[in-house]
């Protein structure tokens, strides 16, 4: 078993059946690459951004189910959004909090496609860092900027072991933007 650190969120493993076999995911600031390689084991067609070059060599290096990974190096709060026109049909943020990228990343999720986001929240200074405001959600951030998806789950307050305060939703883009979404099985 991988350290917890490697291991898929929670959140990201709860929400994660709602991204089919074959999807095209996008895993925005992926780091070490814990979801990365939870969906390419799971089928997926996986993309990671994210500004360390060393991390991006070592996430390929770690796990022959990302050799077909697209990894790009990208300065994403200092250059231009690298995935310019691009959708996925799953896009997931964890740990990560741009503001000015939230329209971009959220235009990201295709139609029909599932957003997974999970950040620090406003009370994390409390347990430790990040406790910059510029870095915590504000109360009802993430439901004010994902207007226009369908809210499948939304949390805001105190998680345990490690202690923290976050902010965690999952919500989807209608197949057509008449449509009504299909209910989804929670």
């Given at each position: 078993?991988?350290p917890?650190?490697?291991?898929?969120?929670?959140?990201?493993?709860?929400?994660?059946?709602?991204?089919?076999?074959?999807?095209?995911?996008?895993?925005?600031?992926?780091?070490?690459?814990?979801?990365?390689?939870?969906f390419?084991?799971?089928?997926?067609?996986?993309?990671?951004?994210?500004?360390?070059?060393?991390?991006?060599?070592?996430?390929?290096?770690?796990?022959?189910?990302?050799?077909?990974?697209?990894?790009?190096?990208?300065?994403?709060e200092?250059?231009?959004?690298?995935?310019?026109?691009?959708?996925?049909?799953a896009?997931?943020?964890?740990?990560?909090?741009?503001?000015?990228l939230?329209?971009?990343?959220?235009d990201?999720?295709?139609?029909?496609?599932v957003?997974?986001?999970?950040?620090?929240?406003?009370?994390?200074?409390?347990?430790?860092?990040?406790?910059?405001?510029?870095?915590?959600?504000?109360?009802?951030?993430?439901?004010?900027?994902?207007?226009?998806?369908?809210?499948?789950?939304?949390?805001?307050?105190?998680?345990?072991?490690?202690?923290?305060?976050?902010?965690?939703?999952?919500?989807?883009?209608?197949?057509?933007?008449?449509?009504?979404?299909?209910?989804?099985?929670?």
């Amino acid at each position: 078993m991988p350290p917890a650190s490697m291991e898929a969120s929670p959140w990201v493993q709860r929400w994660s059946h709602l991204v089919a076999p074959g999807a095209r995911v996008l895993d925005v600031a992926c780091g070490s690459g814990r979801h990365l390689r939870w969906f390419a084991r799971r089928g997926c067609v996986v993309t990671g951004v994210d500004r360390d070059a060393a991390a991006l060599v070592a996430v390929r290096d770690s796990d022959a189910a990302l050799n077909g990974a697209e990894l790009i190096e990208a300065d994403i709060e200092n250059g231009p959004w690298p995935l310019a026109q691009r959708r996925f049909d799953a896009v997931v943020v964890t740990n990560y909090l741009w503001r000015t990228l939230l329209p971009r990343i959220v235009d990201s999720v295709d139609a029909g496609g599932v957003l997974i986001y999970e950040t620090f929240a406003l009370g994390n200074a409390r347990f430790g860092k990040p406790s910059n405001p510029d870095f915590l959600l504000r109360p009802g951030e993430l439901l004010a900027a994902t207007q226009g998806l369908r809210v499948v789950a939304f949390e805001d307050g105190f998680v345990a072991a490690p202690d923290r305060c976050v902010q965690r939703i999952v919500a989807v883009r209608a197949q057509t933007p008449t449509s009504d979404p299909a209910l989804y099985r929670l």
